[in-house]
């Protein structure tokens, strides 16, 4: 299962549940009387979401490793190409 069907699963989990709790096929007391959280949850949620995959990016952002072998291994072969591309006639604008 990917990460997509997961969430579309998720999502639709939350939807039928949002949907059957608005539409009262679910009775429940705490839902009559916080009917506007219930109203406006959709967009808290949304809110929450968003929040959370900001904290995410950041995050792994912050912890994002440097690695010095590969940023050297491809400075190397980029002198190399810039050689090799001289000796067959390409000149280099600087």
Same mark, same amino acid.
């Given at each position: 299962m990917t990460k997509l069907t997961e969430w579309l699963f998720a999502a639709g989990i939350l !939807? #039928?549940?949002? $949907?059957? /709790? +608005?539409?009262n096929k679910i009775t429940n007391n705490l839902v009559t009387n916080h009917y506007n959280l219930l109203l406006y949850s959709p967009i808290i949620?949304?809110? +929450? $979401?968003? /929040? $959370?995959? /900001?904290?995410?990016? +950041?995050? @792994?952002?912050?912890? $994002?490793?440097?690695?010095?072998?590969a #940023?050297?291994? +491809?400075?190397?072969? !980029?002198?190399? #190409? @810039?050689?090799d591309l001289n000796r067959l006639g390409f000149k280099f604008k600087m």
């Amino acid at each position: 299962m990917t990460k997509l069907t997961e969430w579309l699963f998720a999502a639709g989990i939350l !939807i #039928a549940l949002w $949907f059957s /709790l +608005l539409t009262n096929k679910i009775t429940n007391n705490l839902v009559t009387n916080h009917y506007n959280l219930l109203l406006y949850s959709p967009i808290i949620f949304l809110g +929450l $979401f968003g /929040l $959370f995959a /900001l904290i995410l990016v +950041l995050y @792994r952002v912050y912890t $994002f490793n440097d690695c010095d072998e590969a #940023a050297e291994e +491809l400075q190397k072969e !980029i002198i190399q #190409a @810039r050689t090799d591309l001289n000796r067959l006639g390409f000149k280099f604008k600087m």
